[in-house]
């Protein structure tokens, strides 16, 4: 495609219910990042895939995040019993090589009621 | 880990004045600074970005400075106009790891 792409935009989920978050990066970009924007403050950094491989993961909140991406292009991140806290906006990002140019998608806005 | 610091975090100026925002980090393996804006409700964009073999970058109205002795970067807009008017993210990261945002700074450009 032409860009990040992300579903859905929007996602409201009940206090308890699990999530599935998706990314398809710009095709032939090897690393692919997730981040978590709350309302005003900057993306917080989640965790990062090279290929198929989660290099990095230790921006994950808690064990209840967990993210794959098994054939080393689209991504899912996945949330188990969302809590209030998990509200945010998450931001997908991908890049040809980790130190280049970061391309973002439009995000995901969940709001946990 | 990398932290990142950004000043201020609003800053209103006037039509065609300037505007400069500036960001510090910590860690000294940091080779790549990218400068995002953020319109409302969207996603962020790249503006301009600087590696540590440079010390300044411009591109029209952009321009990007760095001092790595002081680990500190910075962006400045020149006349300015309406459209500038966003939020501006600074970044740091380095090779085979991720980017570290700050906090972002808040432009508000008055007509």
């Known amino acids: 495609g032409a860009g990040v792409s992300q579903s859905p935009r929007y996602k409201v989920a009940k206090r308890g219910q699990d999530v599935a978050l998706r990314c398809d990066p710009i095709?032939?970009?090897?690393?692919l990042f997730w981040y978590q924007q709350a309302l005003g403050q900057g993306p917080e950094f989640l965790t990062y895939?090279?290929?198929?491989?989660?290099?990095?993961k230790s921006g994950l909140p808690s064990d209840r995040f967990f993210a794959e991406r098994p054939e080393g292009s689209v991504s899912t991140l996945k949330i188990q019993r969302t809590q209030q806290e998990d509200s945010a906006v998450y931001l997908c990002?991908?890049?040809?090589?980790?130190?280049?140019?970061?391309?973002f998608g439009q995000g995901t806005r969940l709001t946990v009621v | 880990g990398e932290n990142v610091e950004q000043h201020p975090s609003t800053l209103s100026v006037q039509e065609g004045d300037s505007a400069v925002i500036k960001c510090t980090y910590s860690?000294?393996?940091?080779?790549?600074f990218p400068w995002y804006k953020q319109e409302l409700g969207k996603r962020p964009q790249l503006i301009i970005d600087?590696?540590?073999?440079?010390g300044e970058k411009k591109d029209q109205r952009i321009a990007v400075t760095l001092n790595k002795t002081a680990k500190h970067f910075s962006l400045h807009i020149t006349e300015t106009q309406p459209e500038d008017s966003a939020v501006y993210f600074c970044?740091?990261?380095?090779?085979?790891?991720?980017?570290?945002f700050g906090s972002g700074t808040q432009l508000t450009v008055l007509p």
């Open positions: 990002a991908s890049s040809y090589q980790v130190n280049t140019e970061a391309f």
């Open positions: 095709s032939g970009h090897v690393s």
């Open positions: 895939f090279q290929n198929e491989a989660q290099l990095d």
């Open positions: 860690d000294s393996a940091s080779n790549y």
């Open positions: 600087i590696r540590s073999n440079v």
């Open positions: 970044a740091a990261g380095g090779s085979a790891r991720q980017l570290t």
